[in-house]
């Protein structure tokens, strides 16, 4: 088992960066392929980027491809999500959650473990 728990949400204009983190409890958090989804208000969740157990293989959302990045440090127990150039339109709550599946999981039901969300707000 594993315990997610999300950081780095706040307030940023349109057009600036943030970059999440992921902190995972255990010694076994490179064994887990991991995700971040988001969901913004009355919206149903939605994958955003999944990131392999070793990190060399990434799949994003399509239409946020080239604005945000997945990354992890399997010694630190840390995945990230590097955003730029953001819009309005990316404000919602950010979630991160862990899969045992061996592979990039892009689908909400196949992650087993999920963080509480961090709130992320675009001004514009």
């Known amino acids: 088992q594993v315990h997610v728990v999300e950081s780095g949400g706040g307030l940023v204009q349109a057009g600036g960066s943030l970059k999440l983190s992921c902190e995972a409890s255990?010694?076994?958090?490179?064994?887990?392929?991991m995700g971040w989804f988001r969901q913004a208000p009355e919206k149903d969740r939605q994958f955003v980027a999944a990131?392999?157990?070793?990190?060399?293989?990434?799949y994003y959302e399509p239409s946020l491809r080239g604005r945000f990045t997945i990354s992890r440090d399997n010694a630190k127990n840390t995945v990230y999500l590097q955003m730029h150039s953001l819009k309005p339109e990316d404000t919602a709550v950010y979630y991160c959650?862990?899969?045992?599946?061996?592979?990039?999981?892009?689908?909400?039901?196949?992650?087993?473990?999920w963080g509480q969300g961090t709130q992320v707000t675009v001004s514009s």
């Open positions: 255990g010694r076994m958090f490179s064994k887990y392929a």
């Open positions: 959650a862990a899969s045992e599946l061996q592979t990039v999981v892009a689908l909400a039901h196949e992650y087993d473990y």
């Open positions: 990131i392999n157990q070793n990190g060399d293989n990434t």
